[in-house]
């Protein structure tokens, strides 16, 4: 398979060295210094283009992709509010983007998780209910991607809360999210249940990257030749 990578930091170079593990080809590496290539022959000959950069430019990125008629993966968060017309366009224009705020199976396996414990304590009012993330320094957005998704499994299956706040809850009704950054973090997850009497807690911790490059990788491999808005559901079955 033929790949473009948009984004060539830490996450990018990892991705590329997985891929070409993986037997696939590398035909293209977009940054900030060569934007231009999104119109080079190279680009539009990938099947799929990996992408992982900042909020700010990730919607115009998938945008010059589907221009010159390449799928996008990408973990890129923080712009999700622009999801349902972003959405429109890729069914209107027959595009491809595979989104997903976290990449790696076991986050995944996690959010399944979260869901399901919600569930069970929906019966059970005397626990609150919240949320801490920490990242890296170089983590623009927060809360995480990944903190907000958790977020809205609880808010679906936990009737006493129907919103979550930044770092603090005014009233019952919200769930606080507490965002840290520190060092080089790649992500840590912890939703904690408390009563008077104990407390319940699940945690995620992200040992490197590897999971979440690999994951961009067996993403871009189902990704090929289909169309529409994907994410990690459509590729676990969950």
């Known amino acids: 398979m033929k790949i473009a990578l948009i984004g060539y930091g830490k996450m990018g170079k990892t991705i590329e060295r997985i891929a070409l593990e ?11 210094d060569n934007l ?11 099947d799929v283009a990996i992408e992982f950069t900042i909020p700010n430019v990730a ?9 010159s008629g390449v799928a996008v993966v990408s973990g890129t968060t923080g712009w999700a509010e622009e999801l349902p017309q972003l959405k429109k366009e890729i069914e209107e224009g027959d595009k491809t983007l595979f989104w997903s705020s976290n990449f790696s199976l076991g ?22 209910v919240e949320m801490t993330e920490v990242h890296h320094t170089q983590k623009l957005d927060a809360p995480s991607g990944t903190a907000i998704t958790l977020a809205e499994g609880i808010l679906e299956n936990l009737d006493r809360k129907t919103v979550w706040t930044k770092e603090t809850e005014t009233n019952p009704t919200e769930m606080a999210i507490k965002s840290i950054r520190d060092g080089q973090v790649p992500g840590i997850h912890t939703i904690r249940y ?38 990690m559901s459509d590729l676990l079955n969950f």
């Open 194 to 231: 408390e009563s008077e009497v104990d407390s319940i807690e699940i945690t995620h911790d992200a040992k490197s990257r590897e999971g979440f490059a690999l994951g961009a990788v067996v993403a871009a491999e189902f990704t090929c030749g289909k169309k529409g808005l994907l994410g």
């Open 36 to 46: 231009d290539d999104f119109d080079s022959e190279a680009f539009k000959s990938a």
């Open 22 to 32: 993986r037997g696939h080809q590398i035909v293209s590496v977009i940054d900030v």
């Open 107 to 128: 986050v995944n396996i996690f959010m399944a998780v979260n869901k399901y414990l919600a569930k069970i304590m929906n019966s059970f009012p005397n626990y609150n």
């Open 59 to 67: 919607l115009n990125n998938y945008r010059r992709a589907f221009a």
